[in-house]
């Protein structure tokens, strides 16, 4: 806890606390666990206190996403070709989520549609749009390689890899080399 400097009130919860405690228990006892509840049961205060920080579970599971997976700005590569920008992104997520699968879980079952997700979409869109794609191209590209990233996580994280070490890689070379094969 932290801040709170008024005589007699309880100090306020730093959120970066908030959001490790709640990605502690999505961990430890999945998805389903997640609540509003459960999270101020373990942080000891009313659940009410919670909805200072997060106006709904959404809001919260968005948090989680956002502090488990970085999208980086794609003009920030401008001089690497758009596939492989767009592979690094993609492998780089899929290490993210396979260390903390119950975000895939998150990402598979729930419609986010805060801020952060937004940022995070037109982020990976703008690698597409790079390649000469326009909206709806890009749109359904990226929906083709998140359906295939997704996917492969789940099982994955549940049963085991399926191939080799470089399944996964081997998988999304054959999407983007799909992508540009049907030019913009």
Do not use: C
């Amino acid at each position: 806890m932290t801040t709170g400097n008024r005589p007699g009130r309880r100090a306020l919860l730093d959120v970066e606390h908030v959001i490790d405690v709640a990605l502690a228990i999505l961990d430890a006892d999945g998805l389903e666990a997640v609540s509003l509840r459960r999270l101020s049961a373990d942080l000891g205060v009313s659940h009410m206190t919670l909805y200072g920080y997060f106006d709904s579970k959404d809001a919260l599971l968005e948090a989680l996403v956002a502090r488990t997976i970085a999208v980086p700005s794609a003009t920030g590569a401008a001089s690497e070709p758009w596939d492989e920008l767009l592979f690094g992104v993609i492998q780089d997520l899929h290490r993210a989520l396979v260390d903390r699968p119950g975000i895939a879980e998150i990402l598979v079952s729930r419609e986010l549609t805060g801020q952060w997700i937004a940022e995070a979409r037109e982020r990976i869109l703008d690698i597409l749009r790079g390649g000469g794609y326009d909206e709806r191209q890009a749109t359904d590209g990226i929906s083709v390689i998140f359906n295939y990233l997704l996917g492969a996580v789940m099982i994955e994280t549940r049963r085991g890899r399926g191939g080799s070490a470089s399944s996964f890689d081997v998988g999304l070379r054959y999407l983007i080399t799909g992508l540009k094969s049907a030019p913009p």
